[in-house]
């Protein structure tokens, strides 16, 4: 074994209970900083999922009507005008199955599907329900929002005059599995449907307002045959939506619009929390390199006359500097293990404790590989860095003087 | 003839920045192969100053220090742990052994702290040795677990791993009782005459003085008498 490890490790052993204390804080504050990552961690992936479970990543539409002006003012023509808004209609995007596949192709994309959306009202008696109708095909749609996973009651089905409805639509209407609706579509089309299947998403605007049908029946009731008013997308990596947006929109000229546009407030909330984690981890790791560089400092002194007498018989002052940032690392990697697995622990623990009626938990945690290797790499690194200054002054210690003071 | 192990010349040692002590005032001391040299004196005459030059852990105010040929003013903080590493070896009086290794480990520790690593034929040597100061059922002790006395010989031992030009030993049987000191001293004078190894040794003891090849007296930082015994 090279020396300097040698030493470092005897040293370690030597001062066991100096060691297993400064271990023991170590890895509280490791433990600290598992258990806060994974939790926050957890709470954006459940954030950003919940989110995400009934909106597409990215969805490119048809431009805004807007009126143009037929003068346009010059050098010599001043104008006075007052352009009016536009009504919008519905309107199908220019040959979809083209732009589809061109957005298909897009790096990153992993699934598009298009879709007829509109407004309308489901009718039950004398109740009646404001709607968004979403015709779809089934085999893409269901890769971008998995609705059938989310279908708690019935079937996903939407063939043949079949739909599904969001759980609170179908409460406020007092609807069940197998009952027949009446839809009046914004174009004034009017249909009988029957209900195959209930979904939640856990959004409150989609479970009370979404009608699921196929897309060849929603193209007939908002009478736009072989058409298609947007086309969704599924990213690999959801916060590359907002980049792949842009591409497309300038690609394409539609209107393209991320989910990450439309929750902005979720966003600022996300970054938010990631700087509060950034903050903790940095004053655990504050504490950290604090408390091992304090217990090295006492060694340092404790050690002085030890460390003369290698400096005297020929050990450089070189390798008494990499003994201590041995002693640093090895605390630091050594207390980051235990910290990572007990870190990891009082999350699992926390999550198991606190859990909603439906037994899924409040509070979810994330722990990829990843955390615990940052952890780890933070840790060692810290307990280095922490150990230099009294690896330094090790180093200098005149050995005559550590001698004759020991 | 042979060059001198150690030579010193006119060398001075003064501390402190406003008012100087003058700890050596030109002390001069030839040391040949071979020899064992007893350097005597009062308290505060410079014994341990002087010792503390030629072990190369302080640098002279003045006057020049040669060992083993090599004039050590010119040479850097890393040039003298290299020559003091090749050159010396120490015993102290408080052994100064460390107390979180073996005795075999502490033997070790010059060559190993030296070059990085141990090998199989520094393990050996360093047994081989603990054989020879007597403790070959004490290698794998904790130094701490020792005797004064043995302690001491693990000192020892540890000097000579590395079969220097020159064992610098600061009263190294100032601690002991009378057998141990004889034990000790006896072991040195082994090692002179078997291996040629040469000593410079600082005590306060008189029958270890005139036991020896030759007793250099220091006064007042200056060397008063040099005697060869009969």
Redesign the interface.
């Given at each position: 074994?090279?020396?300097?490890w040698?030493v470092a490790l005897?040293?370690l052993?030597?001062a066991r209970g100096q060691t297993l204390l400064i271990l023991a804080a170590v890895s509280v504050g490791v433990s600290i900083i598992v258990f806060l990552t994974a939790l926050i961690g957890g709470l954006q992936a459940s954030l950003v999922d919940k989110t995400l479970g009934s909106q597409p990543h990215v969805t490119l539409q048809v431009p805004r009507e807007a009126a143009r002006a037929l003068v346009a003012p010059s050098g010599q023509v001043a104008v006075a005008r007052d352009v009016q808004a536009s009504a919008q209609r519905l309107r199908s995007i220019d040959q979809w199955p083209v732009v589809m596949a061109d957005a298909e192709r897009e790096p990153g994309v992993l699934a598009a599907s298009a879709t007829v959306s509109g407004a309308g009202f489901a009718i039950r008696g004398d109740a009646k329900a404001p709607i968004v109708v979403t015709g779809i095909d089934p085999a893409r749609f269901l890769a971008i929002i998995d609705l059938a996973k989310r279908t708690h009651a019935g079937r996903f089905d939407v063939a043949g005059g079949n739909v599904v409805i969001g759980s609170v639509l179908a409460f406020d209407l007092g609807v069940g599995v197998g009952d027949k609706l009446r839809l009046t579509t914004t174009e004034g089309v009017t249909d009988t449907v029957t209900v195959a299947g209930l979904f939640t998403v856990g959004n409150r605007a989609a479970d009370q307002t979404w009608l699921v049908t196929s897309l060849r029946h929603a193209q007939s009731l908002y009478a736009l045959p072989g058409g298609a008013t947007s086309v969704d997308l599924k990213l690999a990596d959801v916060f590359e939506a907002e980049r792949v947006a842009t591409r497309l929109r300038e690609r394409t000229g539609l209107a393209v619009e991320s989910w990450m546009g439309k929750n902005q407030e979720l966003l600022v909330g996300l970054s938010a929390q990631r700087s509060s984690q950034w903050i903790i981890q940095f004053f655990v790791g504050v504490a950290v390199a604090l408390g091992i560089a304090s217990v090295l400092i006492v060694s340092v002194v404790q050690k002085a006359?030890?460390i003369?007498?290698?400096?005297?018989?020929?050990?450089?002052?070189r390798?008494v500097l990499d003994v201590f940032l041995i002693h640093g690392g090895v605390l630091g990697l050594v207390g980051s293990l235990f910290g990572s697995a007990l870190g990891a622990l009082l999350a699992k623990a926390f999550e198991g404790i606190a859990r909603d009626p439906s037994g899924a938990p409040r509070f979810p945690v994330e722990l990829p590989a990843s955390l615990f290797v940052q952890a780890t790499l933070l840790a060692t690194v810290v307990g280095v860095l922490a150990a230099v200054i009294p690896a330094r002054r090790a180093a200098r210690l005149?050995?005559?003087t550590a001698?004759r003071n020991? | 003839m042979a060059e001198p192990v150690l030579s010193v010349v006119g060398a001075v040692r003064e501390y402190g920045e406003r008012v100087k002590t003058r700890a050596l005032d030109g002390a001069d001391l030839t040391v040949e192969r071979g020899e064992l040299v007893a350097l005597v004196g009062p308290s505060g005459s410079g014994k341990s100053t002087l010792l503390n030059l030629v072990g190369l852990l302080d640098r002279p105010t003045a006057g020049r220090i040669v060992l083993g040929g090599v004039d050590t003013a010119g040479l850097d903080d890393r040039g003298l742990t290299a020559l003091r590493a090749r050159m010396l070896g120490f015993v102290f009086q408080f052994h100064h052994l460390l107390p979180a290794f073996t005795a075999l480990e502490n033997v070790m520790l010059p060559e190993w702290g030296d070059r990085g690593y141990a090998s199989k034929e520094l393990r050996e040597r360093s047994e081989a040795l603990l054989r020879d100061v007597g403790l070959a059922s004490r290698v794998h002790y904790r130094t701490n677990d020792l005797s004064g006395g043995q302690q001491q010989r693990v000192a020892i031992a540890r000097a000579l791993v590395r079969r220097p030009a020159l064992v610098l030993a600061d009263e190294p049987t100032g601690n002991l009782d009378t057998a141990s000191s004889k034990e000790v001293f006896d072991l040195m004078r082994r090692f002179n005459v078997e291996s040629g190894t040469t000593f410079l040794v600082v005590t306060h003891d008189g029958r270890i003085a005139d036991q020896c090849d030759r007793v250099v007296e220091l006064v007042d930082g200056r060397v008063t008498s040099d005697r060869r015994r009969a």
């Open positions: 074994m090279p020396f300097e040698f005897r040293y052993r030597d006359p030890e003369g007498i290698l400096r005297a018989v020929g050990t450089s002052s390798r005149d050995p005559a001698i020991g | -």
